[in-house]
């Protein structure tokens, strides 16, 4: 019913800023919030931001104050602003919504931090 689709990552040097973009479509109306995770190979997903319908924030402690969880609802798409990237921010980025019921994923996007 929910389809996601990530993009924007890339390479990018340590120090660096890169922004992810989400695209919902389907049966949007029914998205309770939506978040952005990320897995390193041979480590577990972590939640790295959320944001509710209406509006509430929640960031992994890991990324306060160098990452911004934003949407633009004219367009159903969530964004990632990441800057000040580390090379223990590579990985690959999910963006994941909660519907009634339901759980969607997309099929994530890859980001590496390196010199």
């Known amino acids: 019913q929910v389809q996601l689709v990530e993009s924007g990552g890339g390479l990018v040097q340590p120090g660096g800023s890169l922004r992810l973009s989400c695209v919902a479509s389907g049966s949007i109306a029914s998205i309770n919030a939506m978040g952005w995770y990320r897995q390193a190979p041979g480590k577990k997903r972590d939640l790295v931001a959320t944001i509710t319908s209406g509006g509430s924030l929640n960031y992994a402690d890991f990324v306060k104050g160098r990452f911004t969880i934003s949407r633009d609802n004219t367009k159903n798409t969530v964004y990632l602003q990441m800057a000040s990237l580390k090379p223990e921010d590579t990985a690959v980025y999910y963006c994941?919504?909660?519907?009634?019921?339901?759980?969607?994923w997309g099929q994530g996007t890859q980001v590496t931090v390196s010199s």
């Open positions: 994941s919504a909660v519907a009634v019921l339901y759980r969607y």
